[in-house]
C-alpha cells in the first residue's frame, strides 16, 4: 500500500481515500519584505516570497511535503546518518544535513534559507541557535494537529493548496471506521515500536495514537495513558497489559532480536498473538505517524487487518 501511495500525487490519492469508504530571522532576512502567518495561536514572520525551507529534526514534515509537492532545500538525516528508507522519494533531491545541524551552524547559514521547520521537541537552546540563521517554526508532534501542520507548509511556500477536499476525506474515512470499530466486543489496540532488543509506546497524542483513541474512539490502554514520552515497555507490562489487537513497527535490522523474543512463552500467551491479531508492519515501519499521510495508511490497515475489509 505504502508503494502504490509514494507513487500517486494528492490530486489522484484523492481516489485512493476513495476506497477506504514567534520565529527569529537573520541579518539579510530583515532587510527582506516579510508577511505574517498564524499556526496554532501563534505568529511567525517569514520572508514574503519563501522557496527554500529546510526541516530540522522533524520527519512529520517529510510526509507533507511529498503530499503537496513541496520539497525542501534541505533536511537533516538521522543519528546514524541516514535517511529513512521511506522517506527518499520525499527528500530526493534535498540537500543532507547533519543531525546536529545546530552545533553546525555555517553549513545551514551557507544554505541561505527562507524558513527552517523543526519540532516542538527541539531543545529552546537549539530554536535559538536556528534562529540565527531564519525564520524557525516549531512544528507540533500532536497528532491532533495534522490538519493545521499541513495548512503550515502550504501557508509557508505561499503554495494555493485545496486542502479541504483531502482533510474532509480523511475525516470520512475515519469516521465510518469508528462505527464499524464500535462493532467489536473487543477493541483494545496497541502499537508498539520495537528497537534495539525492546519495545517502546508513546503518549497518547503522538504517532498514531491520537487517530487510535481519539479520531476512533478506542480505549485508552494504560500503558499509553501513564507516559509521557516515547517509553520502553517491558515484556511483563505488555503482558498485563494484554491487548486484543497489537501493531508492531519493526525495522529490517531489529527483526532478528524480535523473532527471538516471540519465542517466549510470555509472548505466545498474549491474547492478540493467539487469536492471530498481531500484525507487524502493517504500515511502513518508518512513517512519521500522526500526519495525513501516515494516519490514511494506518486507516487502510485497520480496514484491511482487523475489519477484513478489502481495499
Not at 552545533?103 to 527552517?116: Q, S
Not at 532478528?256 to 519465542?263: D, S, W, Y
Not at 499521510?293 to 482487523?306: D, H, T, V
Request: hydrophobic share 40%; charged share 20%.
Amino acid at each position: 500500500m505504502y508503494k502504490r501511495l509514494l507513487a500517486i500525487p494528492i490530486a489522484a490519492l484523492l481516489l485512493v481515500l476513495t476506497a477506504c469508504g514567534n520565529g527569529g530571522q537573520s541579518g539579510d532576512s530583515a532587510s527582506k519584505p516579510t508577511r505574517s502567518i498564524n499556526y496554532l495561536g501563534n505568529t511567525y514572520t517569514i520572508p514574503a516570497r519563501t522557496k527554500d525551507i529546510v526541516f530540522v529534526g522533524f520527519p512529520a514534515s517529510y510526509e507533507d511535503s511529498f503530499l503537496l509537492g513541496i520539497p525542501p532545500t534541505a533536511a537533516t538525516m538521522d543519528k546514524n546518518g541516514k535517511f529513512p528508507a521511506e522517506y527518499q522519494a520525499m527528500i530526493r533531491n534535498a540537500k543532507h544535513l547533519p543531525y546536529n545541524i545546530a552545533d553546525n551552524l555555517n553549513e545551514l547559514v551557507a544554505l541561505e534559507p527562507d524558513v527552517i521547520m523543526t519540532t516542538d521537541k527541539t531543545p529552546k537552546e537549539d530554536v535559538a541557535k536556528l534562529q540565527t540563521a531564519a525564520s524557525v517554526i516549531p512544528v507540533s508532534t500532536n497528532g491532533a494537529h495534522w490538519q493545521e501542520n499541513l495548512r503550515l507548509l502550504a501557508d509557508v511556500r505561499g503554495k494555493d493548496a485545496n486542502l479541504d477536499t483531502f482533510v474532509g476525506k480523511v475525516k470520512q474515512n475515519a469516521q465510518e471506521l469508528r462505527d464499524k470499530l464500535a462493532a467489536l466486543p473487543e477493541k483494545k489496540v496497541l502499537t508498539l515500536w520495537f528497537q534495539e532488543g525492546s519495545f517502546y509506546v508513546y503518549p497518547k497524542d503522538e504517532r498514531y495514537n491520537y487517530l487510535l483513541y481519539t479520531d476512533l474512539a478506542l480505549p485508552v490502554p494504560d500503558v499509553v495513558a501513564n507516559v509521557q514520552e516515547r517509553t520502553a515497555l517491558s515484556m511483563d507490562a505488555l503482558a498485563k497489559e494484554d491487548p486484543n489487537y497489537l501493531f508492531v513497527m519493526v525495522n529490517k535490522e531489529d527483526q532478528p532480536a524480535l523473532k527471538q523474543l516471540q519465542e517466549q512463552r510470555a509472548w505466545t500467551n498474549l491474547s492478540a498473538v493467539k487469536a492471530g491479531q498481531m500484525y507487524m508492519n502493517a504500515v511502513e515501519p518508518g512513517l512519521a505517524g500522526g500526519t495525513a499521510y501516515s494516519n490514511q495508511s494506518f486507516l487502510n490497515a485497520i480496514r484491511k487487518q482487523m475489519l477484513k475489509m478489502s481495499e
